[in-house]
């Protein structure tokens, strides 16, 4: 099969191209001159103004033109009345519009109060002993295992600062740990010093061992090795001293027999020589200072003629001796037999036995 291909005459080539999609008159194809405006457009959108005009009408315009301040000479424009719909100012006419005051004239913004700065807040580890919660050291110890929470979070680094009001929380271990403490009241003889070794003496806690142990011992508590594990002296009594010495793991305990605000009373028995001055018993009475700081009032009264009863609530380092000295006295003998409601008893020197549950200072 064959395909037929039908060529167009020139003829009708030509006579289709007689009339052009856009007519090609003159005055279009010149590109120097503008397009023709329609009427309608014309009557819309003013032409042009010519370009030599232009520096005329300007220069007139300019000594037209009114000054924009207002000098007295020309009139002021009316202003909105107060009462108006748009809710604006009116200021008065015959008077200048007020200007802003300037930053420094203001009165200062008031302030929130500004947060205590972290530095100044106290440790973790304070306010709890402060709460009586426990000791510094236990303090410490419980931070350290992760048993101590703080408005709900979880605080193991030591000298944290917490605000004092905060929220603190103690794990059920911690009280474990407490309720496992031991007190050991001690009768503590001449050659021992309360705390560290010192000068070749060795301290008084080398006496606690089951060997010491006081046969009438009523406590009940056996003893293990842990029990010394941080047994620490609450007080001191000086090496040539002799009495009641408490060595103890319980941090409340130690806080209410040495804290700043103890009020626990230590009774003691001081053997003395010399000649007491004329008003010497009532200054030790009250009356005393040392270092400067004068010594809250004691009890003091003769047990017999060479010996005193002095009842104190501090313990300055050698307040007793220096006490004496200041009125006449040498002391020969000391020994504390009471502190707080807890007595020596019948506790032989060296000897030691537990603080029993029933007991409190």
Not at 197 to 208: I, K, S
Not at 288 to 302: F, I, M, N, R, Y
């Amino acid at each position: 099969m064959s395909t037929l291909k039908l060529n167009k005459s020139p003829a009708a080539t030509e006579q289709k191209r007689e009339k052009p999609v856009r007519p090609l008159s003159p005055e279009l194809r010149d590109r120097s001159k503008a397009p023709p405006v329609k009427k309608e457009r014309a009557a819309a959108e003013p032409q042009a103004p010519d370009a030599q005009a232009l520096p005329a009408r300007k220069e007139k315009a300019v000594r037209d033109k009114k000054p924009r301040a207002f000098d007295g000479k020309h009139e002021q424009k009316e202003r909105r009345s107060p009462t108006a719909n748009d809710g604006r100012r009116q200021y008065n006419r015959d008077q200048p519009r007020p200007r802003m005051a300037k930053t420094d004239d203001r009165p200062p913004r008031p302030s929130a109060p500004a947060p205590a700065a972290i530095d100044q807040q106290p440790r973790l580890s304070k306010v709890m002993a402060d709460r009586g919660l426990c000791s510094r050291r236990e303090a410490d110890d419980w931070i350290v295992n992760g048993w101590v929470k703080v408005n709900g979070e979880i605080i193991e680094t030591l000298g944290t600062r917490i605000d004092p009001a905060a929220e603190i929380i103690i794990s059920a271990y911690a009280k474990e740990h407490q309720a496992e403490t031991v007190t050991i009241l001690l009768h503590k003889p001449v050659g021992y010093v309360s705390g560290q070794a010192e000068d070749g003496y060795e301290p008084a806690v080398v006496l606690v061992n089951p060997d010491n142990q006081w046969p009438e011992d009523s406590s009940g508590i056996d003893f293990k090795r842990g029990h010394l594990r941080g047994l620490a002296p609450a007080g001191r009594l000086d090496i040539d001293s002799t009495g009641l010495l408490v060595l103890t793991q319980d941090g409340r305990v130690a806080r209410k027999l040495i804290g700043d605000d103890s009020s626990v009373e230590k009774e003691y028995l001081v053997r003395v020589e010399g000649q007491l001055s004329a008003n010497g018993l009532a200054l030790l009475n009250h009356g005393l200072s040392l270092d400067g700081v004068q010594l809250k009032p004691a009890k003091v009264s003769w047990q017999n003629e060479d010996q005193l009863r002095f009842v104190l609530r501090e313990g300055r380092k050698r307040q007793i001796r220096r006490m004496c000295e200041l009125v006449g006295l040498h002391v020969v003998g000391l020994k504390r037999i009471r502190i707080g409601s807890i007595n020596l008893g019948k506790l032989p020197p060296g000897q030691w036995r537990y603080l029993g549950e029933h007991e409190r200072f």
